[in-house]
């Protein structure tokens, strides 16, 4: 009998230890749910960020998250020297971030789209044409091109192209100039910081031309691109028309460009966020959260969804 009370226990132990095994091999639990979470970065994460964050805050009050946005190499700097848990990039990460432990995770998509002022003097040529790579070539990076007569091909338009870029290190301009075939050193025109700014500058300026992310280009509530700014067709296949597949009057079209793959890649990217080595504690278990309960919001908040694949794939990193 006795023996058998000595199986019993040691049985019990055995099940008990196996239990606290398979709990703590879980990314999320109980002891993930307390403490603070630091993040930083790009823009473009930015809005999204801020409502995942109030989401798990409503779920576990004894967490808080502190999310500030300053451009998407800020992020990857402040996450590689230990100044906040979570890098927000906006960008592909470079091999020389990841020899140094930035360890990234994407977790939805959205694109940068070229804007410029509702009272250009040739807007109606650009909504009927769009505008293609080759020009932008020359706007952005040669320079060759310096009126907008010269993008329409009317050489009596003589207004000058102001040509607005981003003053921070982001994701928006990488991406930007990564379609252009080259990198944001690269990129000509006024440093504006941030990409309110951006926008701003080019309300403020019937000659000015700019690239912002979705979520900036765009009006929240009606859905159509900000007042003062229009977003102008990118004409991929070059074929001298804005055909109607690019063109991107409303939020929804513009979703709907990404989603299906019919807007380049880049400008459209994925947007990651950024841990000095793999994710842990609760760090890992809101990323985990994101990647799974967050994603009902992706949608509402303007972003595309990864295929369920990719986030598949994602989910696998924390493991």
Known sequence: MKKSKRFLIVFVFMAAALLLSACGSQVSGAGNTEGTITISGAFALYPIMVRWGEEYQAIYPNVR???????????????LSGAVDIGMVSREIH????????????????????????????LDDLRQKGITREILVGIFISGEITTWGQV??????????????????????DTWAAYLVGKQEDLLGIGVYGDPGVLDAVIKDPSGIGYNNL??????????????????????????????????????????????GKYPAPPARELYVV??????????????????????????TGYIALPADRLAEEVQKLK
Not at 65 to 74: E, F, L, M, R, Y
Request: a negative charge; proline letters at 5%; aromatic letters at 8%.
């Open 275 to 300: 841990t000095n080595g793999q994710p842990t504690g609760l760090t890992a278990a809101f990323i985990e959260w994101i990647l799974n309960d967050g994603q009902q919001y992706i949608n509402e």
């Open 215 to 260: 979520n900036y280009a765009y009006d929240f509530e009606s859905g159509l691109p900000v007042t003062g700014a229009r977003v102008v067709s990118l004409d991929a296949n070059a074929n001298g028309l804005a055909d109607p597949d690019e063109i991107y009057d409303t939020k929804a079209l513009a979703i709907s460009a990404v989603s299906t």
């Open 152 to 173: 329409v091909g009317r050489p009596e338009v003589t207004d000058p192209i102001h040509v607005f870029t981003r003053s921070d290190a982001c994701g928006a301009a």
């Open 95 to 122: 091999p020389e971030e990841i020899d140094l432990g930035a360890y990234g995770i994407a977790v939805t998509k959205d694109a940068v789209f070229l804007t410029i002022n509702e009272n250009n003097p040739v």
């Open 65 to 79: 998250i502190d999310i500030s946005a300053g451009g998407a190499g800020k992020g990857m700097a402040d996450a």
